[in-house]
C-alpha cells in the first residue's frame, strides 16, 4: 500500500508539473500529457526511487531522475506532438520535475526506511584485514652487517 501512496503522489505531481508547462506552455494536449506523466511516474519510481535511491545518495538519484524525465519527455512529445521547441520543453519540465525528485526522495527513504548505515554495514561487514608492523625494512640492520 506504501507504494501506491508514493506511485500516487508522484503521478499527480508529475501530471500537474507537465500541465502547467507542456499543456499551457507549449500547447500539447492533456491526453498526452497524462500518457507522459503516466509512463515517466511508473519509470521514474521504479529506476529512481526503487533501484538507484537505496544504492546511491539523493542527489545521484535526483540526477538520474533529470536525465530519465528529459528523455521521457523529448521523445514522447516528438511522437506524440507535430513539433515546436522540444528541448526547451523538456528542459524545463525535467528540471521542474527534478526539484520535486530531490524532496520526494526523502519521504521514500522515510517511507520505505531506506538507511545509509544499512549500506554501510554491507561494505564495511566484509572483514577485510591487512597487517602491518613497525619495519621498514623486511631485515633487521644488525643482520644484514
Known amino acids: 500500500m506504501r507504494h501506491v501512496k508514493l506511485l500516487a503522489v508522484k503521478f499527480i505531481v508529475t501530471l500537474i508539473a507537465l500541465t502547467l508547462?507542456?499543456?499551457?506552455?507549449?500547447?500539447?494536449?492533456?491526453?498526452?500529457?497524462?500518457l507522459i506523466s503516466l509512463v515517466l511516474g511508473v519509470l521514474s519510481y521504479v529506476l529512481g526511487d526503487l533501484i538507484i535511491l537505496p544504492r546511491t545518495s539523493n542527489t545521484i538519484a535526483t540526477l538520474a531522475d533529470f536525465v530519465l524525465?528529459?528523455?521521457?519527455?523529448?521523445?514522447?512529445?516528438?511522437?506524440?506532438?507535430?513539433?515546436?521547441?522540444?528541448?526547451?520543453?523538456?528542459?524545463?519540465?525535467?528540471?521542474?520535475?527534478?526539484?520535486?525528485?530531490?524532496?520526494?526522495?526523502?519521504?521514500?527513504?522515510?517511507?520505505?526506511?531506506?538507511?545509509?548505515?544499512?549500506?554501510?554495514?554491507?561494505?564495511?561487514?566484509?572483514?577485510?584485514?591487512?597487517?602491518?608492523s613497525e619495519e621498514l625494512t623486511p631485515y633487521p640492520e644488525d643482520e644484514e652487517e
Do not use: P
Not at 508547462?21 to 497524462?34: H, K, P, Q, R
Not at 515546436?84 to 524545463?92: C, E
Open 21 to 34: 508547462i507542456l499543456g499551457a506552455g507549449y500547447d500539447v494536449s492533456f491526453g498526452n500529457v497524462f
Open 69 to 132: 524525465a528529459y528523455f521521457v519527455i523529448y521523445f514522447m512529445t516528438d511522437a506524440l506532438t507535430a513539433g515546436g521547441d522540444l528541448f526547451t520543453a523538456a528542459l524545463l519540465s525535467s528540471v521542474a520535475i527534478a526539484i520535486f525528485e530531490y524532496f520526494f526522495h526523502k519521504n521514500v527513504s522515510n517511507t520505505l526506511r531506506y538507511d545509509r548505515t544499512k549500506r554501510q554495514d554491507r561494505a564495511a561487514n566484509m572483514e577485510l584485514r591487512t597487517e602491518a
